[in-house]
T-cell receptor, first 114, second 115 residues
Framework: NAGVMQNPRHLVRRRGQEARLRCSPMKGHSHVYWYRQLPEEGLKFMVYLQKENIIDESGMPKERFSAEFPKEGPSILRIQQVVRGDSAAYFC????????????FGSGTQLSVL | DAKTTQPTSMDCAEGRAANLPCNHSTISGNEYVYWYRQIHSQGPQYIIHGLKNNETNEMASLIITEDRKSSTLILPHATLRDTAVYYCIVSVPNAGGTSYGKLTFGQGTILTVHP
């Protein structure tokens, strides 16, 4: 049973470009979370999605960031017009969604903005 | 979510038990205690969680005090691969009475296991 798959593992973008980060949850999991870890800082919750629905996006920056989890395919975290401050490790996690359960995290995407 | 307090760093000899403390004095009755760890450059890994009873699994044991204001994660026989940042997190259920994965990670404890 494959774990949470994230790609790419490393992504380099120039300022102003778009970044698309993909996350495939564990088999059978329909709940996806995105977290961001800035250099030398802790992990911060960004968004919680279920299939085709955003449940909690309280941690998402108001502009340039969006997330989706379509009926078919992986979850996508999209960052438009990237700036240097967006450079961070972005982790995706999934869960069964039964409540009080553990999260399974992927290996992350390291985004570097030049 | 209730705040947690952990020591910044700890050392442990390989083969010995590692006991990682966590204070959560403002924890509410319906909040669970979770432990995760993050090995350098990897995604966090779930270790264990509990509400008020002590818990044990293949990785660790979780001891929660009777007043639930503190807990201890025990790695019974630490190995070099257990060197990581360990996070103690308390998670509040949502309105439906269950908890989803909106976790507040603090700075954690850097555990170094040495030969």
């Amino acid at each position: 049973n494959a774990g949470v798959m994230q790609n790419p593992r490393h992504l380099v973008r120039r300022r102003g470009q778009e970044a698309r980060l993909r996350c495939s949850p564990m088999k059978g999991h329909s709940h996806v979370y995105w977290y961001r870890q800035l250099p030398e800082e802790g992990l911060k919750f960004m968004v919680y999605l279920q299939k085709e629905n955003i449940i909690d996006e309280s941690g998402m920056p108001k502009e340039r960031f969006s997330a989706e989890f379509p009926k078919e395919g992986p979850s996508i975290l999209r960052i438009q017009q990237v700036v240097r401050g967006d450079s961070a490790a972005y982790f995706c996690a999934s869960s069964l969604g039964t409540g009080n359960e553990k999260l399974f995290f992927g290996s992350g995407t390291q985004l570097s903005v030049l | 979510d209730a705040k947690t307090t952990q020591p910044t760093s700890m050392d442990c000899a390989e083969g010995r038990a590692a006991n990682l403390p966590c204070n959560h004095s403002t924890i509410s009755g319906n909040e669970y205690v979770y432990w995760y760890r993050q090995i350098h450059s990897q995604g966090p890994q779930y270790i264990i969680h509990g509400l008020k009873n002590n818990e044990t699994n293949e990785m660790a044991s979780l001891i929660i005090t009777e007043d639930r204001k503190s807990s201890t994660l025990i790695l019974p026989h630490a190995t070099l691969r257990d060197t990581a940042v360990y996070y103690c997190i308390v998670s509040v259920p949502n309105a439906g009475g269950t908890s989803y994965g909106k976790l507040t990670f603090g700075q954690g404890t850097i555990l170094t296991v040495h030969p």
